[in-house]
T-cell receptor, first 110, second 116 residues
Framework: GDSVTQMEGPVTLSEEAFLTINCTYTATGYPSLFWYVQYPGEGLQLLLKATKADDKGSNKGFEATYRKETTSFHLEKGSVQVSDSAVYFCALKELNKFYFGSGTKLNVKP | KAGVTQTPRYLIKTRGQQVTLSCSPISGHRSVSWYQQTPGQGLQFLFEYFSETQRNKGNFPGRFSGRQFSNSRSEMNVSTLELGDSALYLC???????????????FGEGSRLTVL
């Protein structure tokens, strides 16, 4: 069945460091891929998405490219800020069903 | 445009009681999904409702139930509460499409349930 695997956290970085959070997926067809972010005490917010192979989603300095050949959708940001501290979830959607990864907590220190 | 609204935000119950949580989706969204979030299990899918019908269901016992009204508002109910039901319950709405499509989920802030 469909599933999403993302790197375990927590990930701790200093401000302005480069961020990569790995995400790989298993799907039977051609899913859409998403990254959601959850700030403390809040629900999940859509960060970015990609709907087909080689699409690049981007928002607020974050980017992720839909790689069908490696079934991956890694999240990257060139320079993180303290305000990026949150939990990040990778997800896929296929046939109106969503599958979420376990979440990766990011801590950014000043 | 108002977001997804969940009520109540916080509640405390004791074992054996029941609880009802409410979710108002974004205007025009007819699909409502419910998730349970706990530190140990992450995000777990409970069920999805579309046009007042349950379309998908996760792997939860029958104590967890839901319904959707004609205005797309949804409620979920948990009966005979157990300590392990303590969690953040998240509701999400979306523009469901028959043929798939992006139809991303828009989440509410959640209802945090504590069972004592």
């Amino acid at each position: 069945g469909d599933s999403v695997t993302q790197m375990e956290g927590p990930v701790t970085l200093s401000e302005e460091a480069f961020l990569t959070i790995n995400c790989t997926y298993t799907a039977t067809g051609y899913p859409s891929l998403f990254w959601y972010v959850q700030y403390p005490g809040e629900g999940l917010q859509l960060l970015l998405k990609a709907t087909k192979a080689d699409d690049k989603g981007s928002n607020k300095g974050f980017e992720a490219t839909y790689r069908k050949e490696t079934t991956s959708f890694h999240l990257e940001k060139g320079s993180v800020q303290v305000s990026d501290s949150a939990v990040y979830f990778c997800a896929l959607k296929e046939l109106n069903k969503f599958y979420f990864g376990s979440g990766t907590k990011l801590n950014v220190k000043p | 445009k108002a977001g997804v609204t969940q009520t109540p935000r916080y509640l405390i119950k004791t074992r054996g009681q029941q609880v009802t949580l409410s979710c108002s989706p974004i205007s025009g969204h007819r699909s409502v999904s419910w998730y349970q979030q706990t530190p140990g299990q992450g995000l777990q899918f409970l069920f999805e409702y579309f046009s007042e019908t349950q379309r998908n269901k996760g792997n939860f016992p029958g104590r967890f139930s839901g319904r959707q009204f004609s205005n797309s508002r949804s409620e979920m109910n948990v009966s005979t509460l157990e300590l392990g039901d303590s969690a953040l319950y998240l509701c999400a709405s979306s523009l469901r499409r028959l043929a798939g499509g992006t139809g991303e989920l828009f989440f509410g802030e959640g209802s945090r349930l504590t069972v004592l």
